[in-house]
């Protein structure tokens, strides 16, 4: 769960943060007992816990479908990662992927901790993909081939424009938005959605994680991994790394501002697309991620700590997030909320500032028009609400009540 400090400081996040324990469990409990599947779903909890929680929303047969589209992915994108491998032995293994995942007994040695396992172990999600019905496996060999090609051709060029980097994401994120609106699809869910609008969904939630990780990107080792597109960072800098120099801080922060008014211009197509999605479940799966990344936006926007350590969401609020997302309304509050947190932000100074206020004003009014605002829950927290006295009572007397709990439990076992 959350640190007790930022619990004290957000006292409302502790009844989300329970919430997420129990499901986190609740989840564990529901790992299938066939080796493969069991691996499947043990390993996505282990490399991403968020979406491990999340595909939990789904059907069965749809979530086994995004599960394994998720992993092969992830293997992808591990071979992709890895710089250790050499670029000839990488090329060809990243074109052929799509093959490997009808092999049985195929796997491949890179990546580290957790993902050296997935990779190592390959061949059990060979077996559930092979346990897919036809049109799931078509989808997921479709985008796995498209997204393999993708990403060979940018490990030999790098991302000079804006257009090489809307086409960079599309390979490695994009088309994850194609591949699960065409799972969607072939369960009979959804309507098959315009390509442009999954795009934009995977856009979205790529260059946040890229804006975010600015900082690990640049210092993987042996190799730094460059994302940034060269026409905006070339503005502020003469080397990308330069960014991360304490005597650039002031240039380092207007080419963040930069980044992030990049990002907003899909924000729009994202809210449509969500607002298309009949299937309560598959909403859900597709809008807590999207809120996630407006957040994560708005976090990072004009914040110089991206490239000092780790700028992410607080537990408490990634809980709050989970626990309310459940209809369009919810959605359209929580990305007012994030959009007026980051206008708020915004220094009329900055170059970009027009263009910026631009976008946020374009998100508002969308939220807006959509006349459900008054019924949200603010994520924007009055400053007296975070000393509520009482609240923070409340909260000392209940993990006084759990650790008495607990403690009784392990007396009992012992």
């Known amino acids: 769960m959350g640190s007790l400090g930022a619990i004290l400081k957000n006292p409302d996040d502790f009844y989300p943060l329970l919430k997420l324990k129990m499901a986190a469990r609740h989840a564990e409990k529901q790992i299938p007992p066939e080796p493969h599947w069991a691996f499947c779903y043990s390993m996505l909890h282990k490399v991403s816990r968020s979406f491990g929680l999340v595909i939990q929303q789904l059907g069965t047969e749809l979530r086994d479908a995004v599960c394994i589209f998720y992993l092969v992915l992830r293997a992808l994108d591990t071979v992709e990662d890895d710089t250790s491998i050499a670029t000839e032995v990488k090329v060809p293994i990243l074109m052929a992927f799509h093959r490997h995942i009808y092999e049985h007994d195929w796997h491949f040695a890179c990546g580290t901790k957790e993902y050296k396992v997935l990779m190592d172990q390959f061949h059990q999600v060979n077996t559930a993909f092979l346990e897919l019905g036809k049109g799931y496996q078509e989808a997921i060999e479709d985008i796995t081939m498209r997204m393999g090609a993708g ?69 993987e080792i042996p190799k730094s991994r460059m994302f940034w597109p060269r026409q905006i960072w070339s503005k502020y800098v003469n080397k990308l790394e330069d960014l991360k120099y304490e005597e650039n801080s002031v240039k380092a922060v207007q080419c963040l501002n930069d980044m992030v008014t990049n990002a907003l ?81 915004v220094d009329k100074s900055d170059p970009n500032a027009p263009i910026t206020l631009s976008r946020l004003e374009a998100i508002e009014k969308t939220c807006r028009d959509s006349g459900t605002l008054a019924k949200r829950k603010s994520y924007i927290i009055k400053s ?10 409340v909260l000392f007397i209940i993990l006084a009540i759990l650790f008495a709990y607990l403690f009784a439990n392990r007396s009992q076992n012992l």
């Open 265 to 345: 211009i899909h924000v729009e197509d994202c809210l449509k697309y969500m607002s298309d999605l009949r299937d309560p479940a598959n909403f859900r799966f597709c809008a807590i991620p999207q809120i996630m990344a407006i957040g994560t936006l708005a976090l990072c926007y004009n914040n110089i700590e991206v490239f000092r350590g780790v700028v992410k969401m607080r537990r408490g609020l990634t809980a709050k997030i989970i626990d309310r997302t459940k209809t369009m309304s919810d959605v359209y509050g929580a990305f007012f909320d994030f959009s007026s947190m980051l206008k708020s932000k």
């Open 384 to 393: 007296e609400a975070r000393n509520n006295s009482a609240l923070v009572a």
């Open 151 to 219: 990403m060979a051709k940018f490990i030999c060029k790098e991302v000079e424009t804006i257009e090489d980097y809307d086409e960079y994401c599309h390979y490695v994120a994009g088309l994850v938005g194609l591949g699960l609106s065409k799972l969607f699809h072939a369960s009979g869910a959804e309507k098959l959605a315009l390509d442009s609008l999954s795009n934009s969904m995977g856009l979205f939630l790529q260059k946040a994680n890229i804006i975010r990780d600015y900082l690990e990107d640049i210092n």
